[in-house]
Structures are given as C-alpha cells and as structure tokens.
C-alpha cells in the first residue's frame, strides 16, 4: 500500500532480485540447468515490495506466477541474467543474488538437434559463465550487494570465503544437504555470514524467512550508508 511505500523500511529504494535457475542450451531441444524452483527469490521480491521498496525481479525458467507490484524480467541464460541486471544497475541500491546460476554453459549451441553417434561416450565441452553478483560488486556505483552460498558441507568457511572473493556486503548460507529445506522445499533455515558478524535464522517458511532477511538486509544497508 501507499502507507507502507512511505514508510517502510526500504521506503523509495530501488531492489534488483535475481531467482530461479538458468537455462544453458545444448541443442534446440536439450539444455543443463538446475532444480532451483525459484521460491526463496520470489518470497525475497514480495517481503521487498512489502518494505516499500520498487523491485525488478530478474527471473530464471520458474513455475511460479508472475508477482503483483513489481517489475519482472524473465531470462533463460547466465548471460542474459546478468544484461537484465547491469540494466539501470546505476539506480539499484541494494542487490540479492538468489538465483541458482549455471557455473558453466556449452562452448557452442549447435544448431540442430544433435543426433546419437556410435559411441559410447560423448563429451560436452562447457565455458565459465560470467558471474553475475561478483560483476555487480565490482562497480564503482555498487550497490549494497547480497549472495547466497548453497553448500552441501564447510557452510560457514565457503560463505565467509564467497563473501570475501565477490567483494559482497552480506551473504546468505544455506546448507542444502539437511532434507526439507532449500532447493525446490517450501522452508529454509540460512544462517547471515556479514563481514563481522553471523546470525542464524532458524527454519522457517520461505515467506517468513524472506521477511527476517529483508529485514537484516535493509537494517546492514542503513548502517552502511
Ligand atoms: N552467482 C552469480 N553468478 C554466477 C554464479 C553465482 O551471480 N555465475 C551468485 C549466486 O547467485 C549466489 C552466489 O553467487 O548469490 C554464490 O553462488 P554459488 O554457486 O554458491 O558460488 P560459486 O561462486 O558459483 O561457487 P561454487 O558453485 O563452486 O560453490
Ligand atoms: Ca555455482
């Protein structure tokens, strides 16, 4: 509502979300992607707007429909990913990476369905892909930056090295190997790894967990500015 844009705690900022997986194509029928189903970034853009924040949510291929109140950009690759969110970076103030996104893509998408040889193994050869959250964070202007880490072991060592190598504010770890939470699960539970500080957020509903972080979030960027 109109009350909750003037008075919020994002009141008038300007939030870049990016959510889901990205699609990398093989073929024009195959392609190597994730099972990120996109809830935890959509939850995010939702507890934004909520904040009185304006969002553009930077979507990867979800299943889920579009959000009322804000600005959605769905992409399919890494690389368009990261044009849609260098686009008008130079107003976001703050910036959450929660997109699961591919590391790497195929050197070449060949241009027709490629067909079953002889043999028994068949070798893809793949590329880097850009990193998008560490491009953000590179910038002059940058943004107040947060990632997230998914780790399956050493959540809090990894999120602590991520932060420090993409230059982030804030990072999100998730630790993707207990059952129930995390990719495609309707909870979470992450613990908040800052530059001085951690604070553990217990398991919870994406939705309620998404407003305890925008809520942090919004609380490190009044801090730092
Ligand atoms: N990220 C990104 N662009 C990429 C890869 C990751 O923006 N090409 C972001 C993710 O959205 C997340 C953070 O970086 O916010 C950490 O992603 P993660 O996959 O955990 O880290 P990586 O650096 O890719 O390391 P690894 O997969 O080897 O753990
Ligand atoms: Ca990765």
Do not use: W
Not at 108 to 124: D, P, Q, T
Not at 138 to 150: E, I, L, Q, S
């Amino acid at each position: 509502t109109a009350e909750q844009f003037d008075t919020g705690a994002l009141a008038g900022k300007t939030v870049y979300i990016t959510a889901g997986p990205t699609r990398e194509p093989i073929d024009p029928v195959r392609y190597i992607s994730n099972h990120s189903s996109g809830k935890m970034g959509y939850a995010l853009a939702e507890a934004a707007v909520d904040a009185g924040a304006r969002v553009r949510l930077i979507s990867g291929p979800v299943n889920l429909p579009a959000p009322a109140r804000m600005e959605r950009v769905m992409v399919q690759t890494a690389e368009e990913m990261l044009a849609a969110s260098l686009d008008g970076i130079e107003g976001c103030d703050i910036f959450i990476a929660s997109a699961a996104v591919a590391d790497y893509r195929p050197t070449s998408v060949a241009e027709h369905k490629i067909k079953k040889g002889a043999e028994e193994i068949m070798e893809l050869h793949l590329v880097k892909n850009p990193d998008i959250v560490a491009t953000v964070a590179a910038r002059a202007d940058k943004p107040f930056t947060v990632g997230f880490a998914a780790e399956t072991q050493d959540l809090i060592d990894y999120a602590r090295s991520k932060l420090k190598r993409k230059h982030l504010d804030l990072i999100v770890a998730n630790d993707v190997s207990q059952p129930g939470i995390g990719f495609n699960s309707n909870e979470n539970a992450v613990t908040l790894v800052g530059r001085d500080a951690t604070l553990t957020l217990p398991q919870t509903s994406k939705r309620q967990l998404a407003s305890q972080l925008i809520r942090h979030i919004a609380e490190q960027y009044t801090k730092t500015r």
